[in-house]
Structure formats: structure tokens, C-alpha cells
């Protein structure tokens, strides 16, 4: 079956070079977006209910762009004043990037990981005896308290938001031949929305092992996985599948 309509279970990109819209247009096929999941914030009360006070911390270690606006956000309702000399070790380059509308850049000690949180290790490690927070979400992956306890520095993490899912009522009687999911919440988003969702001739599309792990669980069909080789990302994934059912017989 050909493929007309696709819904990305997250915001529409900002940016007008995206590949879901090189996609929708090469193609001819309709792609909406529409967040299955959204992130909430933890009120300062709650935060200082888990045993954190700001002040007592040297190192902020951010893991997204939503760590650090939620940081910078409590730290406001707080009325914490951000010390300059405060370190903050970023995860990738576009985090800390991001860092800089709350900060001024080339005035902070700021320490960059590649990509993976793995590759912030060999940083934090040379400033080990520093005490670091990481303000992050209830659904931590676990990479993260596994490399930090390896380390053996003196580490809290804080729950400053939380992933909640979306109200999706009124995608009721509206039809999509794939949807796309990049997290396992996503999953459990649509199923918390729509308990008797049948698949029939839906195709479902996954990015990464946890997200395919929850799919199965449902008993859904994966039919486009991302990543996979030759296709690292899920529009990559897309567009073969896309290429494959439309072409003309």
C-alpha cells in the first residue's frame, strides 16, 4: 500500500532546510507533526523537597537543551544568583551552544562532550573533586548514573521536569498510513490515548532498540526501523520505505 500520510510523533522542526519536508515534497506525501509526549517543569518547592539546594553545587552537567532551561528556570524561582565561576559540562556541542542565551559564553568555564554521555567522562574526571548536580528528568537514560558512578565523584541528580504525556483526543477518528515514534513513551502515549488502537494496515516506524522494545510489547508490527544501515536516521528510513511502496508498477 502506498504511503500518502505520515504523523511524526514530535514537534514540527523550526528550520525550513528539514528532511521531513525534502520528503514531503519529493515524494508527495502529507507529513504532520504532533508531540506525543511534552515536558513539564518541577516547581522549585518540589525541588527543594528532594534535598537540593543550589548553592551547595561547583558543576552543572546538562544532557539537553530542556536541562538547561529548566535549571536556569529554578534557579530563578529560587532566587538564586548563578555564581561566574559555576563549571558546566554539556554532553554535546548544540547543548552548549544553547547555554549562551542564559549565560555569556566566553566568560564561563564551559566543557563540551561529543555526542554520547560517555564522552563526557575523560572531563568530568579531571575535575573530580568538584560537586556536580544534574538536573534532568524522571526518565533517565541509564548510561548516565552508571558513567558518574564509575567516576566516583561526589554527584545528585535532580528531577527539574517531567516527560508527560499529550492529550491526543482529538486524533480520535483521524487516519495516518505511519506513525513515527522515537521513544518508548511515545509508545505508551498512544496507547494511554487510544487503549483499543488496532494497527490493521498502519505502518509503524521506530527509532532506536527501546522504542522497537516497547512497540513489541504492544504487539505492534514494526514495519521502518531507524536507525539501520544505510539509513542512520528515521527520515532516511522514511524515504526508503517511501521509495519502496510508491514507486510506480
Known amino acids: 500500500m502506498k504511503v500518502k500520510t505520515i504523523l511524526v510523533s514530535q514537534p514540527e522542526p523550526k528550520v525550513e532546510n528539514s528532511p521531513y519536508f525534502d520528503l514531503q515534497n519529493k515524494w508527495k506525501v502529507k507529513v504532520d507533526f504532533r508531540p506525543f509526549i511534552h515536558v513539564e517543569g518541577v516547581p522549585a518547592k518540589e525541588i527543594r523537597a528532594?534535598?537540593?539546594?543550589?548553592?551547595?553545587?561547583?558543576?552543572?552537567?546538562?544532557?539537553?537543551?530542556?536541562?538547561?532551561?529548566?535549571?536556569?528556570?529554578?534557579?530563578?524561582?529560587?532566587?538564586?544568583?548563578?555564581?561566574?565561576?559555576?563549571?558546566?559540562?554539556?554532553?554535546?556541542?548544540?547543548?552548549?551552544?544553547?547555554?549562551?542565551?542564559?549565560?555569556?559564553?566566553r566568560k564561563r568555564k564551559i566543557y563540551v562532550g561529543q555526542k554520547e554521555f560517555a564522552d563526557l567522562a575523560p572531563l568530568i574526571k579531571k575535575y573530580k573533586d568538584e560537586k556536580f548536580l544534574l538536573p534532568n528528568t524522571d526518565q533517565?537514560?541509564?548510561?548516565?548514573?552508571?558513567?558518574?558512578?564509575?567516576?566516583?565523584?561526589?554527584?545528585?541528580?535532580?528531577?527539574?521536569?517531567?516527560?508527560?504525556?499529550?492529550?491526543?483526543?482529538?486524533?480520535?477518528?483521524?487516519?495516518?498510513?505511519?506513525?513515527?515514534?522515537?521513544?518508548?513513551?511515545?509508545?505508551?502515549?498512544?496507547?494511554?490515548?487510544?487503549?483499543?488502537?488496532?494497527?490493521?494496515?498502519?505502518?509503524?516506524?521506530?527509532?532506536?532498540?527501546?522504542?522497537?522494545?516497547?512497540?513489541?510489547?504492544?504487539?505492534l508490527r514494526i514495519d521502518i526501523m531507524a536507525p539501520a544501515p544505510g539509513t542512520p536516521s528515521m527520515t532516511g528510513a522514511l524515504e526508503k520505505y517511501v521509495a519502496e511502496v510508491n514507486k510506480t508498477k
Open 50 to 105: 528532594q534535598k537540593i539546594d543550589l548553592k551547595n553545587y561547583t558543576a552543572i552537567i546538562f544532557t539537553s537543551k530542556n536541562s538547561v532551561d529548566h535549571f536556569f528556570r529554578v534557579a530563578e524561582e529560587m532566587r538564586y544568583k548563578v555564581p561566574e565561576d559555576l563549571k558546566y559540562f554539556c554532553q554535546a556541542e548544540a547543548i552548549a551552544f544553547y547555554l549562551q542565551k542564559y549565560v555569556v559564553y
Open 140 to 219: 533517565l537514560n541509564a548510561d548516565v548514573p552508571q558513567t558518574l558512578e564509575s567516576l566516583k565523584v561526589d554527584w545528585k541528580q535532580g528531577i527539574f521536569y517531567k516527560t508527560v504525556m499529550s492529550d491526543l483526543s482529538d486524533l480520535k477518528d483521524v487516519y495516518y498510513d505511519v506513525l513515527a515514534f522515537f521513544s518508548p513513551t511515545g509508545i505508551k502515549s498512544l496507547f494511554k490515548n487510544f487503549p483499543d488502537f488496532q494497527q490493521n494496515n498502519t505502518r509503524i516506524a521506530v527509532f532506536g532498540e527501546t522504542t522497537k522494545k516497547e512497540a513489541l510489547e504492544h504487539g
